[in-house]
């Protein structure tokens, strides 16, 4: 595919400067991240509850109530979605896991990944302070956290130059246009200036000259609102050596989910994606669906009756380490996230729970092949749609 941008360099690797978005609850599994790899640029799995791709797994824990076994049943899946990438994308596709660092099997995830032949462990929701110690066995898997402002950048190179290791690229997020959950603390600040990416770049380059390293040692990745070709030409000029893009692959043909999810995140209007407070107790932004807009009115009230003594998870596997709902803390969101995002990847519209960027999408309501958007991204060449890709619009 031919282009006139500049590579993304990961650890000897000559990549396309795409890395797609890791989207948990089935959304970004083997299929899409397989299919961004095959085309030369980063395919993401996302780590977390792989298990409900997987019919036979599901069979087997149909009665089982041992949080364990659904722990481990979560690693088989993870295992089986990376070696599926990896025959997709062939030997030479560069498979990324996401993994959350909020996750209560936070680290039996990483480890995972790295035994199952991920090229690299992309981690955010928390700054991943001890991701050196967990992934020492396997020093040729690329490191790349996630970040939003100076300070975690700072923060995390501090920790990380003590053990010897630099990250191999770092992930610089915007709040104000993510999908998912989101890098601010507050919602009140999830669209302060100090998170604009010029900012951003100019604080993390004197993060780096304070520290004495090279600021063309770590490739800073662009994340937020960045679909559109003229974005990524506009942050690649800045100093960025890529993009990362969520909402704008999870409706291609490949990924992962059900055509409802593809439908709801590409129908979705500006006035229907929202931000709110998440079960993790971070700022999250999802598409207004029937049961987000029951949760948010009544928001206020489960809060105001949440207590440590009442806190309850009506799974079988805790999914987050710690949970606004399982806790009972009132500072975070009162439902369970794994529930309503499982939902909504099964193409439950009237229950589940549809995180999406703020930013519109490429080809608007179409849903296209991975290889249209890419091209799109690199060059801004708008491939006709095909019949197919019309009619799942209808």
């Known amino acids: 595919m031919e282009h006139d941008l500049p590579p993304l360099r990961i650890r000897g690797r000559t990549l396309l400067p795409i890395v797609q978005g890791g989207m948990g609850v089935g959304?970004?599994?083997?299929?899409?991240?397989?299919?961004?790899?095959?085309?030369?640029?980063?395919?993401?799995?996302?780590?977390?509850?792989?298990?409900?791709?997987?019919?036979?797994?599901?069979?087997?824990?149909?009665?089982?109530?041992?949080p364990q076994a659904h722990t481990q049943a979560n690693l088989e899946a993870l295992d089986r979605e990376v070696r599926a990438a990896r025959e997709i994308a062939g030997p030479g596709g560069f498979i990324a896991v996401n993994v959350m660092h909020a996750l209560r099997e936070y680290r039996e995830h990483v480890r995972q990944a790295?035994?199952?032949?991920?090229?690299?462990?992309?981690?955010?929701?928390?700054?991943?302070?001890?991701?050196?110690?967990?992934?020492?066995d396997h020093p040729d898997v690329a490191l790349i956290p996630i970040v939003s402002?100076?300070?975690?950048?700072?923060?995390?190179?501090?920790?990380?130059?003590?053990?010897?290791?630099?990250?191999?690229?770092?992930?610089?997020?915007?709040?104000?246009?993510?999908?998912?959950?989101?890098?601010?603390?507050?919602?009140?600040?999830?669209?302060s200036p100090r998170f604009d990416f010029a900012a951003v770049i100019e604080g993390i380059?004197?993060?780096?000259?304070?520290?004495?390293?090279?600021?063309?040692?770590?490739?800073?990745?662009?994340?937020?609102?960045?679909?559109?070709?003229?974005?990524?030409?506009e942050v690649l000029a800045m100093g960025f050596s890529a993009v990362q893009i969520g909402?704008?692959?999870?409706?291609?043909?490949?990924?992962?989910?059900?055509?409802?999810?593809?439908?709801?995140?590409?129908?979705?209007?500006?006035?229907?994606?929202?931000?709110?407070?998440?079960?993790?107790?971070?700022?999250?932004?999802?598409?207004?669906?029937?049961w987000l807009k029951r949760y948010l009115s009544r928001e206020a009230k489960l809060r105001a009756e949440a207590r440590p003594e009442c806190g309850r998870c009506p799974g079988e596997i805790q999914c987050l380490a710690h949970c606004g709902f399982k806790d009972g803390n009132p500072a975070a969101g009162q439902f369970c996230i794994e529930a309503r995002l499982a939902a909504a990847q099964r193409g439950h519209v009237s229950q589940?729970?549809?995180?999406?960027?703020a930013g519109s999408l490429p080809f608007g309501r179409e849903i296209r092949p991975v290889r249209d958007l890419i091209r799109y991204l690199l060059t801004g060449e708008r491939a006709a749609a095909s019949p197919a890709a019309r009619a799942v619009t209808a």
């Not at 975690?152 to 690229?169: E, Y």
């Not at 770590?218 to 974005?231: N, Q, S, T, Y």
């Open 352 to 357: 589940g729970l549809f995180f999406r960027g």
């Open 247 to 290: 909402t704008a692959f999870a409706v291609t043909e490949e990924c992962d989910a059900h055509p409802n999810f593809k439908r709801v995140l590409a129908n979705a209007k500006p006035g229907d994606i929202v931000t709110f407070l998440s079960a993790a107790g971070l700022p999250a932004r999802a598409v207004l669906t029937p």
């Open 114 to 136: 790295c035994r199952s032949g991920a090229d690299a462990i992309v981690c955010g929701a928390g700054l991943p302070l001890d991701l050196p110690e967990l992934t020492a």
């Open 149 to 191: 402002e100076p300070r975690g950048a700072r923060a995390l190179l501090r920790r990380w130059l003590r053990k010897g290791r630099l990250p191999d690229a770092i992930v610089v997020e915007h709040p104000g246009q993510a999908g998912g959950h989101l890098g601010a603390t507050r919602l009140e600040d999830v669209n």
């Open 27 to 66: 959304i970004s599994a083997h299929r899409l991240a397989g299919a961004v790899a095959a085309l030369g640029a980063v395919g993401t799995i996302a780590s977390v509850d792989l298990r409900r791709l997987h019919h036979d797994l599901m069979h087997r824990l149909r009665k089982v109530r041992d």
């Open 205 to 233: 380059r004197q993060v780096l000259r304070e520290l004495g390293i090279a600021f063309e040692r770590i490739p800073l990745i662009a994340a937020g609102g960045l679909a559109a070709f003229e974005k990524v030409r």
